[in-house]
Every structure is written in C-alpha cells, then in structure tokens.
C-alpha cells in the first residue's frame, strides 16, 4: 500500500457510498453537501467528498462502510491469499458478519487461506489490532465519545476540509528562480501565430495536449506547466478534487500572476452487494464446480473486498487496487474517474467537471483521460461564454490576410509557365528563371499566400519539404502559417546522427536516392503539410510521407507549385488518404509546347 492511503485508512478516514444501515449515514465520495462554495468546500457539483477530522486511534473493526455498528473483538478470519497484497484494502466487518459461519460456510476451503484480518491490519494499514477478549463498544455498540466525527444528526454542521498542502517542485524552484519567473511573467503571446493571451496551467502531462488543442481555438498560448504537485501531508489525501485543483490553480497563479487552469482526478469503486444466497439462481445448476465455488466465494466474501474505495489523484495504486479486487469482485463492479478542471485568474474561480464509469474488468489508468478530456472540453465551453471569445478568431484574420492575394499567385504562376517555360528532352519542364536557379520572391510569395489559405483550416503545425528547390515554396508558406519549416536533406551531414529516411526516385535527381530529415525536427504530435516545387511521379512527396508515418505524426496536405496531370503523381498519393492542391496543372507537353488545364 502507498503511504497515501496507509495514512489515510489509518487515521480512520474510510471511505463509503452507502453503509448498507437503516439510517444510510455516510461520509466520502457520495455523501450530503451544505451550501459552501466550491473554492472552499470538499463538496461540489460532480459528487460530494466530505472526510472527518483527525481521530483518536482506533481499530477498523469498529467500523461498517462509514457507520458506527457493533464491534467485535479480535478476529481470526482468514481472507484470500491475495487480500494480503498492497491492493487490499479494507473498511470494516458486516453487523451480522460472523466469523464461524464464513468458514464454515465457505465450499472451497483454499479461499480463505492466507493472512488473517488482524495481519493485514498491522502490516499494511500499521494499525495494531485490540488485544484478544476486549472489545470498545458497550451491549454491542460502539461508544460515541470514542468517533467524536460520527454523528445521525442530519442538520449538523459538516466538519471543515483538511489544510491543502500540496507541493509541485517545479514551482518552488521557478519562485526561487526571480529571472526565469519574471521572464515567464513577461512572455508576450505569440500574435503572429494567432495567440492573443498566455494562460499557465497545473494539468497531467499526457493531458497538456488536449488542453492546448482545445485553447488554441480561441488565441490562449500555454507557456508552462507544473504537473508534478504531489500530497505533502497526510490531510492532502483526504482533499476533494475540487479542493485540489482549487489549490493548485491559486498557488500557480500567486507565483506567475498569470490566468491558471489546473485538473485533479479521482478513482472510485462502488460497494459491491454480494449475492446472499448464489446457490438459488437457476443458472448454477449449469456451471461447473469451479465457477459455482467460485461464484459462492464472492458471494461470502470479506467486507475489505465488498467496501468502496475512493483516491483523489491517479497512478500505480489505481490498477494495484483493482487487480488485489477483481479476483473477488463481480467484473462488472462500478468504477468511475471523474475529473474537476479550475480557472482561476485572481477573480474569477470556474469549476468543469467530466465523469467516466466503467465496469471493473476495463479498469486502467489511460482511462482516466477521458474524464480529463470531457471536462477540458467542457472548460473551453465554459470560458468562451464567459469571456465572449471567438472561436478560431486568429483563424479568420488570417483568412482575411491571405484572401487579398487569393487568386493572384495561380495566375501569375500560370503566365510565368507559359511564357518563361521550356521542355527538355524526356518531358522535363524546365522553370529555372523564375523558380529554380532564378527565383521570383514576389511570385513565390503570391504562390504561398494562396497554398497557406488553403490549408489553413487543416491547422498544419509544421511544413516538410525537400532540400532545395522545395524550399522556395516551403519558406513563404510556413511564414503565412506561421509554423516551423523542416527539410529533407538528400545526403547525411554531421549534426543528422540520429534520422528518419526513406528511399525514392526522380528522373532530375537518378534513381536509388535517399531522404533524411532529423528525428529531431519531427515530433508524434505534429500535424505537417508536405510543400513541393512539382508533382510528377509522386516519388519524393511519397518518401517524405512515408517519414512521416514513422514518426507517428500526422500528414495533412501535400501542396505543390505545379503538377505534371499526364504524370502517375496523384493516383500513387491517392492511398494516403491526404488532401492533394496544386497552383498549376500541366495537361502535356511535347517538344516545344507546354499545354496547362
């Protein structure tokens, strides 16, 4: 067991949906809430998470699913050989749990052996068993003086959240940094790439993805991250998500003075029923021995299986925790990750949640992001109404940007064709005046204004292009997108220690030739627009789509100057399911004359 929950079962802070008891008092994930504000409160809108204070040390047999029940005294009942795993957690005993009749009860003799109650106690919650014979309760009842935190008053006052103390590394070494945290403090947004405002955040870094892609949409640049905040004291435990971002988001924003979005996730599983008596089920009667013991084995199995369990916060003790249960457990037992996502910028605190349930046997933690990517979702949603932003704003200014040269690189492309245009023997379209060995930088500037307006829906993130007369097209293109431009070099060179490659052929450069682009340069994430002077055969701008797919990235165009149509370029792209655009397009060609569509 992980020190978290060592600390938090210890000091008496199990959690339960539902105690099973006639007046259903509980505490913890599902329990009531009165009228605190979100910021301030363990309760909120996504599921309530209301945890005891402190309490004088006391044995978990003195509890049932949150209730105060009748106590017993030392027990010797044996639980599964893997209940004495890390993942085996426990609540307490059933009011009418008795010890003799579960073993004598129980068909298969093997299941109950292994630690006994009180061994699983002391080694892995560290709480010392009462001493044999003593029990704490008077006639069968727990005394009350001894759980001052329990309490059948309805309209009580809930007790108050435990102190957050939570603790990111990365932070305290930037407040310790007055350099680096005023540089931070003073980052512009990127504007020529569409970015109106810099937000910081304290979300999961599988997550920080998603969170970008969202805000992107409407202008926020996220220029840091702090996602290794982690519980400080044993009350960080025992905090609602809510609580937990709340406080994460207000101590990113004390440091940078900067809007923060901070997430918290937790991991419940619901109590599960036992059937009380499997064996009446007309199904049994087809089963085999193994599966009706095994079906009667769950049916007798001890409260640490049966009892719900709630984390706030994710990691190795979530998949720890299912494997010690499911063995136990109906697969189809409840489980659910929900998420609180918090903004938070000095002024304002907005809470958005996203939930996912699923049954047990699907259990994993990369489950989890979809819960985190509902409630980005869902924040996103949430700020824009707010805030009145617009959606894709920068989007549209570019768009009007590039609409004033629409048009005018493809025809004066087509006159230049025409007119400064040679054939030379085997079809090769000579262009070398205006955009080879002579380039024409207001006409490849046209050219690219018209390309990048074409694509800029496709959201590309970074340009490809083949060293060196893609670039002429490739350079202009990534400043319209403003995006990065990489090229393919067709010889290795020193600094290219580490590459992708890949092979092709042309009839300017040979056969047998080879593409390199530096593992470097091309990240899984990126969305990369292929930029080419012609399309003939297809060859180059396949090689460079294979580069692509090796680096798990994504291909959303291939945009040239001029395609060859009597050539097989477009139908040996067409299985790679991209968007295609060229400026011009020549029909034929022969010995003197060039004829475009």
């Known amino acids: 067991m992980n020190d978290y929950a060592r600390d938090y079962y210890s000091s008496g802070g199990a959690f339960s949906q539902n105690g099973g008891g006639e007046k259903g008092l509980t505490y913890g994930a599902n329990s009531g809430s009165k009228g605190r504000s979100p910021a301030n409160s363990n309760k909120s809108r996504m599921g309530n998470n209301n945890t005891p204070p402190p309490t004088p040390e006391v044995s978990l047999n003195d509890f049932d699913y949150g209730m105060v029940k009748k106590t017993v005294a030392r027990s010797d009942a044996k639980l599964p050989k893997n209940s004495g795993s890390k993942s085996s957690l426990g609540l307490g005993y059933d009011d009418d749990y008795d010890v003799e009749d579960d073993k004598s009860s129980n068909a298969d003799a093997d299941f109950f052996e292994g630690f006994s109650a009180d061994d699983l106690l002391s080694s892995e919650l560290g709480i010392p068993p009462p001493e044999d014979g003593t029990e704490e309760g008077v006639d069968g009842e727990a005394n009350g003086e001894d759980l001052p935190f329990l309490s059948l008053e309805e309209d009580e006052e809930d007790p108050p959240p435990p102190p957050a103390t939570l603790y990111s590394d990365k932070l305290n070494a930037l407040e310790l940094s007055p350099q680096k945290l005023q540089y931070l403090k003073d980052t512009p947004p990127r504007t020529l790439e569409g970015f109106t405002q810099t937000f910081v955040s304290a979300v999961e870094a599988p997550a920080l993805g998603n969170l970008k892609g969202v805000f992107t949409n409407f202008g926020v640049e996220f220029i840091a991250n702090f996602d290794d905040f982690h519980h400080a004291t044993p009350n960080d435990q025992k905090l609602s998500i809510e609580d937990a971002a709340s406080f994460e988001a207000r101590e990113v924003f004390r440091v940078t003075n900067k809007p923060t979005i901070a997430s918290r996730t937790s991991f419940e599983v619901d109590e599960f029923v036992p059937p009380s008596d499997p064996f009446e089920d007309e199904a049994v009667g087809a089963m085999s021995r193994a599966e009706a013991q095994k079906l009667h084995a769950i049916s007798v199995a001890p409260p640490r299986v049966t009892s719900a369990y709630w984390f706030n916060d994710i990691g190795d003790h979530v998949e720890a925790l299912v494997e010690g249960l499911l063995p136990h457990s109906h697969p189809e037992r409840i489980c659910r990750f929900k998420t609180c996502v918090c903004y938070y910028d000095g002024e304002m605190e907005v809470f958005d949640y996203g939930t996912v349930e699923l049954a047990m046997k699907f259990v994993t933690c990369d489950k989890a992001f979809i819960s985190v990517s509902h409630a980005i979702t869902s924040m996103g949603k949430t700020l824009k109404d707010s805030f009145d932003w617009e959606y894709q704003g920068w989007m549209n200014k570019k768009k009007k940007k590039l609409k004033s040269k629409n048009s005018i690189g493809s025809s004066n492309l087509r006159e230049r064709v025409l007119r400064d245009g040679r054939v030379l023997p085997n079809n090769i379209v000579d262009v070398s005046k205006f955009m080879d ?47 990065p431009c990489v090229y393919a070099r067709k010889q290795r060179t020193v600094v290219m220690s580490n590459c992708y490659h890949a092979g092709y052929s042309s009839k300017t450069v040979g056969q047998n030739r080879e593409l390199l682009v530096s593992k470097d340069h091309v990240d899984a994430e990126d969305r990369i627009l292929i930029v080419d002077d012609f399309l003939s055969s297809g060859s180059s701008q396949e090689a460079l789509l294979r580069i692509i797919s090796d680096a798990g990235a994504t291909a959303v165009g291939v945009s040239v100057l001029i395609e060859k149509k009597y050539d097989k370029g477009r139908k040996s792209l067409s299985g790679y399911n991209v968007r295609v655009e060229s400026l011009v397009a020549i029909d034929d060609v022969n010995e003197k004359t060039i004829t475009i569509a």
């Open 437 to 483: 060995s002579m380039i024409d930088v207001n006409l490849m500037d046209e050219c690219a204004a018209e390309l990048a307006e074409r694509f800029l829906d496709l959201k590309p993130t970074k340009v490809l292009t083949v060293a060196t007369t893609g670039l002429v097209a490739a350079i202009p293109i990534s400043k319209y997108l403003q995006v």
